[in-house]
Nanobody, 127 residues
């Protein structure tokens, strides 16, 4: 069983940056995929960034340039850095893990393929 806990959200001024963390406990298979999802009020949840166990990453087109996903494999933590924050980044950010998996599946960042979910961390960006 894998347990995920997100942190790093909260109120933030537009133009700033923040780093979200997703700490995992439990055992992974050798192949795994962390995905950060974003749920903007009134919209569907979408996978904004994913990172495979070998370090390859993928992004939602609208997230490229301002969102950066990374991981600390030893600590089983995935990070999501967001720069130049805008009010439209206001959302509940959740992380999820799919394991075992492959990169083709990971880069699709589909919510249906995820095995484990965190409860999320809320980011509120003011103008």
């Amino acid at each position: 069983q894998v347990h995920l806990v997100e942190s790093g959200g909260g109120p933030v001024q537009g133009g700033g940056s923040l780093r979200l963390s997703c700490a995992a406990s439990g055992d992974f298979y050798e192949s795994y995929c962390f995905v950060w999802f974003r749920q903007i009020p009134g919209k569907e949840r979408e996978g904004v960034a994913g990172i495979f166990s070998d370090g390859r990453s993928s992004y939602l087109v609208s997230a490229k340039g301002r969102y950066t996903i990374s991981q600390d494999k030893d600590k089983k933590i995935a990070y999501l850095e967001i720069g130049s924050l805008k009010p439209e980044d206001t959302a509940l950010f959740s992380c999820a893990v799919d394991t075992p998996t492959d990169y083709d599946r990971c880069q699709r960042r589909g919510s249906f393929g995820m095995d484990y979910w965190g409860k999320g961390t809320l980011v509120v960006v003011s103008s």
